[in-house]
């Protein structure tokens, strides 16, 4: 059974750093990619990354490259978000989930989202 658990959000100031991660059970990464998304206080849920083995790192919107990064501990079977420069507009609540190894089509199996809130 897949299993993913998100974890690392917070409180942190504008211009502050942490440090997601999403933990994943019952598959390994090299047949899936793992996507980052999240969802704002009133708003739909957004993609923020999506990572392959096969098919590397890439950001949506593009405004996020440089300020967020992705690590990836294949001996933990987890992926790291890294986010650096927060914004306020970076507050909502992030879920990582699997998908197709080229970020293509749906993603599946979600976690429950872990909260991040950038106060000023």
């Known amino acids: 059974e897949v299993h993913l658990v998100e974890s690392g959000g917070g409180l942190v100031q504008a211009g502050g750093s942490l440090r997601l991660s999403c933990a994943a059970s019952?598959?390994?990464?090299?047949?899936?990619?793992i996507g980052w998304f999240r969802q704002a206080p009133g708003k739909n849920r957004e993609p923020v990354s999506c990572?392959?083995?096969?098919?590397?790192?890439?950001f949506f919107p593009s405004s996020e490259k440089g300020r967020f990064t992705i690590a990836t501990d294949s001996a933990k079977n987890t992926v790291y978000l890294q986010m650096n420069n927060l914004e306020l507009d970076d507050t909502g609540v992030y879920y990582c989930?699997?998908?197709?190894?080229?970020?293509?089509?749906?993603?599946?199996?979600w976690g429950q989202g872990t909260s991040v809130t950038v106060a000023s």
């Open positions: 990572t392959s083995a096969t098919h590397g790192t890439k």
């Open positions: 989930a699997a998908g197709n190894p080229d970020c293509s089509g749906s993603f599946y199996d």
């Open positions: 019952g598959f390994t990464f090299d047949k899936y990619a």
